[in-house]
């Protein structure tokens, strides 16, 4: 079966300090995957997607990148983080076509 | 642009009462999907609805997707308090690759 796996799921990390969340996937190859951020207790925002190695698609300007080193690998960055980077940030994947998606359980970044 | 709707925002009741939740838009979709999503967890997929006047259970939820494909709504019977979560509704934009796109969500507490 396939499982999403993204950790650290909380971090603290003071304002102009650099940021890494990773996620993985197991049991499946070639999933398009995702980053969304969700401000506190609302809807979800496409961040960006991937739908393979190196293959990144921005949805929104921001001061956040995303990297696919690895098939089943997805790694959001950043070099100086603000305030307003603060969020609850969800990792998905999907098999194209099928229209199923699949969500980590998430990380809660607080920027101080 | 907040293509997806959903109303209303908030909704706190008591365990046994019945509700309905509502997503609405002037575009015409393909497919809504319906998630619920508990805190610090990600969204789980509950169900998705596909033809114009479609009704779907799922125990004590029903779903019903608009005849014009444009709206969407949720009826819970008798709520109980393992209802509580957050009710997103969202469309895939994609076929190949996905996309897809939330409202901000109806956040429903069930009393005991």
């Known amino acids: 079966s396939q499982t999403i796996h993204q950790w650290p799921a909380t971090l603290v990390q003071p304002v102009g300090s650099p940021l890494s969340l990773e996620c993985t996937v197991e049991?499946?190859?070639?999933?398009?995957l995702y980053w969304y951020r969700q401000a506190a207790g609302r809807g979800l925002q496409l961040l960006f997607y991937s739908v393979g190695i190196g293959q990144i698609s921005s949805e929104v300007p921001q001061n956040l990148s995303a990297s696919r080193p690895q098939d089943r690998q997805f790694i959001l960055s950043s070099k100086k983080l603000l305030l307003s980077d603060s969020g609850f940030y969800l990792c998905?994947?999907?098999?194209?076509?099928?229209?199923?998606?699949?969500f980590g359980s998430g990380t809660r970044l607080t920027v101080v | 642009t907040q293509l997806l709707e959903q109303s209303p925002q908030f909704l706190s009741i008591q365990e046994g009462e019945n509700l309905t939740v509502y997503c609405n838009s002037s575009?015409?979709?393909?497919?809504l999907q319906w998630y619920r999503q508990e805190p610090g967890e990600g969204p789980v997929l509950l169900v998705t609805?596909?033809?114009?006047?479609e009704v779907k259970k799922l125990k004590r939820l029903t779903f019903q997707f608009g005849d014009a494909r444009k709206d969407s709504s949720l009826h819970i019977t008798a709520a109980q308090p393992g209802d509580t979560g957050l009710y997103l509704c969202?469309?895939?934009?994609?076929?190949?690759?996905?996309?897809?796109?939330f409202g901000r969500g109806t956040q429903l507490t069930v009393w005991p």
């Open positions: 998905a994947w999907s098999r194209a076509a099928l229209g199923s998606y699949t």
């Open positions: 969202a469309y895939d934009r994609g076929s190949t690759l996905g996309r897809l796109y």
């Open positions: 609805v596909v033809t114009g006047g």
């Open positions: 575009s015409v979709f393909s497919s």
């Open positions: 049991g499946t190859s070639n999933p398009n």
